[in-house]
């Protein structure tokens, strides 16, 4: 009996599944730990802004502060481009499992997850309002108006 013989077109889309179902859970991973940070770097530079013992000026801390946000969200859209092929991927997987016939075109994670995609600017301008970064920067922004009302 050889490899063909146990081949199941549904045991090879559920493993595929249970593949993209890790990718997309380790990607999420990264982007969550991208936001702590970054959060954790502003904290450290509104810190330093506020503290008495550091010298650093408003203008220095909003310039570091907004190029700080820039940076991680432009790693977050990296991150985020290969994360929503596997999802679409996985979608595709499981309707034809829900079908339960031949319709499996699988597996092809690979494929799927280094092809080139285009919309680049629709999903930047996802990213940009679905994500705490409009925020984070506003913070910024706030931040350093405060300190230099205050002063």
Not at 3 to 14: E, G, R
Not at 103 to 115: E, H
Request: with cysteine; glycine share 6%; charged share 25%.
């Amino acid at each position: 009996m050889n490899d063909s013989d146990n081949y199941s077109p549904n045991l090879v889309a559920i493993e595929e599944w249970k593949l993209l179902s890790a990718t997309i859970a380790r990607l999420e991973d990264v982007e969550y730990k991208m936001r702590s940070w970054l959060l954790a770097l502003i904290t450290g530079l509104a810190v330093a802004l506020y503290s008495e013992n550091i010298d650093l000026p408003v203008v220095g801390f909003m310039i570091i502060g907004i190029l700080l946000v820039i940076v991680f969200a432009w790693m977050d859209l990296i991150h985020r481009m290969p994360k929503r092929k596997a999802i679409e991927r996985s979608k595709e997987v499981e309707e034809s499992l829900r079908k339960g016939g031949p319709a499996y075109s699988g597996p092809l994670m690979c494929v799927k997850l280094t092809a080139r995609r285009t919309g680049k600017r629709e999903e930047l301008k996802r990213m940009f309002w679905n994500t705490p970064y409009v925020q984070i920067l506003i913070l910024v922004i706030l931040l350093g108006l405060v300190h230099l009302l205050a002063s």
